[in-house]
């Protein structure tokens, strides 16, 4: 497993057409969260906002989330259709990033890590 400092790194790792859907997904999760820091994480981008909010990965076939095992079991009816285990998504390299349901996975994730805050 190789050792990135930066999602930079991480991201320029990848062949080119990989590494513009995984920018792309950098840019708009920060959109999405822009109060959240940026870090590599287990060895994959991570945004972090109160703690590990959401990770994300590039794959030969699939681009992976993790937003941790409560989001995939919460929301799983709206992930059918995607390959899922306890704690991590994945969408299809050759097909368009669901960002509606990203948005609400991260949505989730936030109300989640704010939650934390206030015990």
Do not use: W
Not at 16 to 22: A, F, G, P, R, S
Not at 39 to 61: D, E, R, V
Not at 96 to 104: E, G, T, V
């Amino acid at each position: 497993m190789e050792k990135y400092n930066t999602i930079d790194e991480y991201i320029a790792s990848f062949p080119v057409e990989t590494q513009k859907i995984l920018q792309q997904l950098r840019e708009d999760l920060q959109e999405m969260v822009p109060e959240a820091k940026q870090k590599i994480s287990y060895a994959i981008p991570t945004f972090t906002l109160n703690g590990n909010l959401i990770h994300f990965a590039g794959y030969k076939n699939h681009i992976g989330l993790y937003p941790g095992g409560k989001a995939v079991e919460v929301l799983a009816d709206d992930l059918k259709g995607y390959h899922t285990s306890k704690g991590t998504v994945q969408f299809p390299i050759d097909k368009p990033l669901p960002m509606d349901l990203i948005k609400k996975i991260v949505d989730f994730c936030v109300v989640q890590n704010l939650a934390k805050q206030k015990k």
